[in-house]
């Protein structure tokens, strides 16, 4: 199930195959494409509002045009999503255009992944 409670907020719902009990694992997968021609936000950061174990976001840009500036927020309130001004470490995507972090032991409320300024 997926919900847009606002033009920028989106909300999944993961309905699981069956209950998990104490202890048990589980993985999920979530593609997203943007259809031609869509604008982007230059940011895409998970807020988990339950526990998140972990997230890995791989974020592919066209090798031929990458951001300006890329780089990525770890923990952090959502209000530093939009200063748009990138901290002196920056990421690089890769000849494919494309740039992987993951991220481990989430904090509840708080920011995980990666902000951009176009060129």
């Known amino acids: 199930l997926r919900e ?10 993961i309905a699981l195959p069956v209950p998990l009990r104490a202890g048990d694992r589980h993985e999920y997968a979530l593609r997203l494409r943007l ?18 174990d ?12 990458p951001p300006a500036a890329l780089w990525s927020v770890t923990g952090v309130p959502t209000t530093t999503i939009y200063e748009r001004r990138p901290p002196s470490d920056t990421l690089v995507p890769d000849r494919f255009g494309e740039v992987r972090v993951t ?7 708080f920011g995980y992944g990666l902000c951009w300024l176009d060129e």
Do not use: C, K, W
Not at 4 to 13: H, I, K, L, S
Not at 103 to 109: A, E, K, Q, T, V
């Open 103 to 109: 991220y481990r032991s989430l904090r509840i409320g």
């Open 4 to 13: 847009q409670p606002y033009e920028t907020f989106f909300r999944n719902v």
């Open 35 to 52: 259809p031609p021609g869509q604008p982007m936000a230059s940011h895409y950061v998970h807020v988990p509002f339950r526990r998140s």
């Open 54 to 65: 972990a997230f890995e976001l791989r974020v592919r840009f066209d090798p031929d045009h």
